[in-house]
């Protein structure tokens, strides 16, 4: 399992459980609620 290095993008979505986040290679996630991060590009 590669280990990634996240930091949170600040949106208004947050405000309803939607989170984005982009990782040390500069790839964008999201994460909806509890569940896990999936990678957007």
Do not use: H
Request: net charge positive; hydrophobic share 45%; glycine share 4%.
């Amino acid at each position: 399992m590669p280990s990634y290095y996240f930091r949170e993008l600040w949106t208004p979505l947050r405000w309803v459980g939607i989170k984005f986040f982009r990782d040390d290679e500069g790839f964008l996630w999201i994460k909806w609620w509890a569940k896990p991060r999936k990678k957007l590009r």
